[in-house]
C-alpha cells in the first residue's frame, strides 16, 4: 500500500492550494484520512481528518479556511486551503487507516511523503 501526494508549492500570503493524496495497492478498506504537517523545529501536528462517512475535524488554527474532502470510489483525500497565511508554512503529510485485502481487524495507518508548502508574506 502507497499514499501519493501532490499540490505543494509557494503561494502569496491570502493565496490558496489544493492537495491531494491518493491511496493504492492491495486496499480492502479505508477508515479515517487526514492532513498533517510539520513546521520547521516544530512537531508533526494534525490538520483535519475525515471519517469515511464524511465527518471532518479540523485544528482550530484552520477552521474556516482548510476543508477537507474524499473521494471514496477513488481511495483519495484532499484538503482546500484558502487563505493562506505564513505559519501555514511546512511539510503537509496525509495519513490513511487501511485494512489491506484479507484484513478484518485493527487497520494499519499509513504515511504519505510529504509535500511542501511554503507561504511568503
Known amino acids: 500500500v502507497q499514499l501519493q501526494a501532490s499540490g505543494g508549492g509557494l503561494v502569496q500570503a491570502g493565496g490558496c492550494l489544493r492537495l491531494?493524496?491518493?491511496?493504492?495497492?492491495?486496499?480492502?478498506?479505508?477508515?479515517?484520512m487526514g492532513w498533517y504537517r510539520q513546521a520547521p523545529g516544530k512537531q508533526r501536528e494534525s490538520v483535519a481528518t475525515?471519517?469515511?462517512?464524511?465527518?471532518?475535524n479540523y485544528a482550530d488554527s484552520v477552521k474556516g479556511r482548510f476543508t477537507i474532502s474524499r473521494d471514496n470510489t477513488k481511495n483519495t483525500v484532499y484538503l482546500q486551503m484558502n487563505s493562506l497565511k505564513p505559519e501555514d508554512t511546512g511539510v503537509y503529510y496525509c495519513?490513511?487507516?487501511?485494512?489491506?485485502?484479507?484484513?478484518?481487524?485493527?487497520?494499519?495507518?499509513?504515511w504519505g511523503q510529504g509535500t511542501q508548502v511554503t507561504v511568503s508574506s
Open positions: 495519513t490513511a487507516k487501511i485494512h489491506r485485502t484479507g484484513e478484518y481487524y485493527d487497520p494499519t495507518a499509513y
Open positions: 491531494s493524496c491518493t491511496a493504492s495497492g492491495s486496499i480492502r478498506r479505508i477508515t479515517d
Open positions: 475525515i471519517t469515511s462517512g464524511g465527518s471532518a
